[in-house]
């Protein structure tokens, strides 16, 4: 046995364990009693966890511990309750129409509830929590339409998307990229720019506005109308309105005509099922601004000189 003793610190009275750093030597204080307890306690809770849980992995499997609980099975059985849950709900969607769910009350509760649901998960991300949108996607809160804002006219743009190659989809229409393909010049890009901030009620060069009268018959009635009211059957924007999708100063418009943009939505009809689009028809109808499925009167041609206003 070695007669070696530690050494004893003279300020606390506690022997050192001989570590020492930078002159900074180590007492040997023993751990609090609590902290032991607890480091022990810990211990024993896990051996009793390793006997009760699922929890070492063997080659081929694991040990299933004497509960036999499985996270895998629990949700299992929590999705099939839910879908039991459902169930009865999912049958009236199914037969009901989409107007004989609005005025069902207790079923237009269970399909906004559905559809709040898969809005948040699906549809929130481009247009926003509240469906607000933002630049690029459509404020599905107002009551201005691009595709019309009818409970079925919704339901059918849900299923089939804008500009997503399906089969079923309407007359869409692309705006072209006048500028950015050289079916323009910037003069006359610019000026069709001031003959759309006519139209809509804003004041524009009056010079550039008759230089473009021509240049927008013949490039753009044929879509936006002769007087820009556009046409929502083949998903065509109204310009002399005051909703603008891409922004509705001169830079925005001009950015419009010069590139071209053309957003596109996906089709829903293959994921969801026909329930999920009507409840989701359901849920946006509801929460929106009320629909106007007829096209605007045509507002007056823009005066030849001045601001032009509507």
């Known amino acids: ?49 390793w006997v009760l849980m699922p929890a070492w992995p063997g080659i081929s499997g694991y040990t299933k511990g004497l509960l036999g609980q499985s996270d895998r099975a629990e949700v299992s059985r929590q999705l099939a309750a839910l879908k039991a849950q459902r169930g009865a709900g999912e049958v009236k969607l199914r037969t009901a129409s989409l107007q004989q769910i609005e005025q069902d009350p207790e079923l237009q509760a269970y399909a906004l509830q559905v559809g709040n649901s898969v809005f948040g998960d699906n549809c929130a991300t481009c ?13 599905l809160r107002d009551d201005v339409w691009l595709w019309g804002g009818s409970l079925e006219d919704i339901r059918h743009t849900i299923e089939v998307g804008v500009r997503a190659g399906h089969a079923q989809t309407r007359g869409e229409t692309v705006m072209p990229a006048f500028g950015r393909d050289q079916m323009l010049d910037e003069p006359k890009v610019a000026d069709l720019t001031e003959y759309v901030m006519a139209i ?25 109308g002769p007087a820009g009211t556009g046409d929502a059957a083949r998903g065509v924007p109204n ?6 999708l891409y922004g509705s100063d001169r830079k925005a418009i001009h950015d419009q005509i010069w590139n071209g943009r053309n957003g596109v939505m996906p089709t829903w009809g293959a994921r969801f099922s026909p329930e ?28 030849a000189a001045g601001g032009a206003g509507r």
């Not at 070695?2 to 930078?22: I, L, N, P």
């Not at 310009?239 to 603008?244: G, I, N, P, R, S």
Request: hydrophobic residues 40%; negative net charge; proline residues 4%.
């Open 239 to 244: 310009l002399t309105d005051a909703e603008w």
């Open 1 to 49: 046995m070695s007669d070696h003793k530690r050494e004893m610190d003279e300020h606390s009275g506690v022997e050192t364990t001989g570590h020492e750093w930078d002159g900074i030597k180590e007492l040997d204080n023993p751990l609090p009693r609590w902290w032991l307890w607890v480091f022990y306690g810990s211990i024993a809770v896990a051996a009793v966890y």
């Open 127 to 139: 247009h926003g929590a509240g469906g607000g949108g933002r630049a690029g996607y459509p404020n």
């Open 200 to 224: 809509s009620g804003r004041k524009a060069d009056g010079a550039a506005v008759e230089r473009a009268r021509q240049t927008f018959a013949d490039q753009c009635a044929a879509c936006h």
């Open 276 to 303: 999920t689009i009507k409840a989701l028809a359901v849920y946006i109808h509801a929460n929106a601004g009320g629909a106007d499925d007829t096209v605007a009167e045509a507002p007056a041609a823009p005066a």
